[in-house]
């Protein structure tokens, strides 16, 4: 057999720690210090500038992390803005939840009603108020930028960092990926585990030759790299990302094999030439390139791929209760052999994903006993070591 692959790293891998002691971590005092050292200050993806495509175009996102729920709006400046989404006259939601296009939004309780740039426009029996300052009544704003199409915002009352700064090095590496692919399905679980054990979960290779060995049993690793290590990782200040390395001789399923005759590969996307990609997807150009796994930090886990990417979001909801959404964005079809094609690939990456998420309560369970009170690393597990470090170091700040 050939010798074992070995991982490029890449970035600073100093102070790492191997034994990551989990107890303390694990309960709710240790979760209210993230939520302010953490959650509030950092620039959290919530979304997509292209989901609100028309000036009154709005969706609703909770946020319980940072005790809110969010309206993010396209003004009729063409500008998208969030705001908590809460009537200044006495705090009722604005908007119950869901998306859509408005010309203006009126609180349900006493018909206050807002600009799409969150003004307060009207108070109804406007003379029974004394002193009302409406200029000052607006919808309460929080910090917003766009970048490639991803609406992040920041819960801090300044943010320390620009965006630009937040997202450091990768700022530039990804220009127009997003673009080239659509939201095909969504799904959301909620399940009773730590937000960084869901997080965890998804940020190493390790466990694909086991947790999946029946719904894709070949697609990565193979003859040439049997323990699946990863070719390239690389670690920046906040984030990091990996490749995952394809098999070259996996062999498609009679299904897959008619999903790749009418449609495009999805996963695994290869056997092909090398597709142009932006210089941050596939970023060492390996040769037997299955896609990345970036993390933004902290709860935001991205794969990227050619003809496809995943979006998925860890929105802890208390110490002990995460909700996982993950959003699948697929090549655009243009015939009907193309959306079929899609429904297999989706209905496998449903398997695998709850594949992913069916460890969860196990492992917070037994670490939140304290039977095991530590994670034991590898190298191939260095994005969960490079992980806890950044969160030593925010609430260390
Ligand atoms: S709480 Fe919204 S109008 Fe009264
Ligand atoms: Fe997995």
Redesign the pocket.
């Known amino acids: 057999m050939s010798a074992k692959l070995e991982t490029t790293f890449r970035g600073d891998t100093a102070q790492l720690e191997r034994r990551i002691s989990m107890r303390e971590k694990l309960t709710p005092a240790y979760f209210e210090r993230e939520r302010e050292k953490i959650f509030r200050r950092a620039w959290l993806p919530i979304g997509h500038a292209s989901h609100v495509p028309e000036p009154g175009s709005y969706f609703v996102r909770e946020v319980p992390a940072l005790k809110t729920s969010l309206l993010v709006v396209r003004g009729q400046d063409g500008r998208v803005r969030a705001f908590h989404n809460a ?1 200044t ?4 939601k604005l908007v119950r939840g869901g998306d859509g296009c408005r010309k203006s939004f009126s ?1 349900g ?4 009603t807002f600009s799409c740039e969150g003004e307060l426009r009207v108070v109804t029996d406007e003379h029974q108020f004394r002193d009302l300052d409406k200029g000052a009544l607006g919808l309460r704003p929080i910090h917003t930028e766009v970048w490639e199409d991803l609406v992040f915002v920041n819960g801090d009352d300044e943010p320390r960092e620009s965006l630009t700064e937040w997202l450091g090095d990768m700022y530039d590496e990804y220009r127009g990926y997003f673009d080239q692919h659509g939201r095909v399905a969504s799904l959301r679980i909620n399940v009773k585990s730590n937000w960084n054990l869901a997080v965890n979960s998804f940020t190493e290779g390790y466990h694909t030759l086991y947790l999946h060995r029946n719904s894709v049993p070949d697609y990565q690793g193979g003859r040439i790299n049997p323990e699946r290590h990863r070719p390239f990782m690389q670690l920046f200040k906040r984030h990091h990302r990996y490749s995952a390395p394809a098999n070259p001789e996996h062999r498609l399923t009679a299904a897959e094999a008619l999903a790749v005759k009418y449609g495009k590969r999805i996963i695994p996307a290869f056997g092909g030439e090398m597709p142009t990609l932006p210089p941050g997807v596939n970023p060492s150009r390996y040769e037997h390139w299955a896609f990345d796994v970036v993390q933004f930090y902290p709860n935001a886990v991205f794969l990227f791929g050619n003809n496809w990417h995943i979006e998925i979001f860890f929105s802890p909801i208390d110490v002990d209760h995460t909700e996982v959404v993950q959003d699948l964005y697929y090549y655009r079809p243009r015939n009907i052999g193309e959306r079929v094609s899609h429904q297999f690939f989706l209905s496998r990456g449903r398997q695998v994903f709850l594949e992913d998420m069916n460890t969860l309560e196990a492992q917070h369970a037994v670490l939140s006993s304290g039977v095991v009170g530590h994670l034991q690393l590898s190298q191939q597990e260095m994005s969960l070591m490079h992980h806890y470090k950044v969160s030593r170091e925010m609430l260390d700040e």
């Open positions: 009537c006259h006495r705090g009722n609180c309780f006493h018909g206050w």
